[in-house]
């Protein structure tokens, strides 16, 4: 047999790099002036982050926390929950495109890489999640 398909989005924005924050109750993509997210228990696109100008060109779930990670086309890392308008830049703008986002399994370290030519590594402080359960939302 087949799953089910739904159709969730009608072509509003274009569709990059998606992934399921870490409690499965997320569909987040990139390839919009903000991250889109959807609350898959209605199906509704919500609020993630700021919106910008600038593109965000990938997205990257946290492997336990929903937390996501999300690159810039002006070089901009932030971090951002769904459905929420808080964020913690991790590097701002000014740079090359970011082309990679990847956290380390444990999740206490981020990877970027810009422009095709420049990688950074930010090690995350466990103050930065202070308050959260893994897997709080």
Do not use: K
């Not at 889109?36 to 919500?46: D, I, P, R, V």
């Not at 100008?53 to 990938?58: A, E, F, G, I, T």
């Amino acid at each position: 047999g087949t799953g089910d398909v739904r159709q969730i989005d009608q072509g509003r924005f274009m569709r990059r790099s998606p992934g399921f924050t870490a409690d499965g109750a997320w569909l987040v993509t990139s390839g919009s002036g903000a991250v889109a997210c959807w609350n898959l228990a209605s199906y509704e696109l919500e609020s993630c982050g700021i919106g910008s100008r600038d593109m965000v060109l990938h997205v990257a779930c946290h492997p336990s926390r929903p937390v996501i990670a999300a690159g810039y086309a002006n070089g901009a890392v932030l971090l951002c929950r769904p459905g929420m308008r808080e964020v913690v830049f991790v590097r701002g703008g000014g740079g090359g495109a970011i082309d990679v986002l990847a956290w380390s399994p444990d999740g206490e370290a981020l990877a970027f890489g810009a422009n095709g030519d420049e990688i950074g590594l930010v090690m995350l402080p466990a103050a930065l999640f202070r308050g959260e359960g893994a897997g709080a939302s």
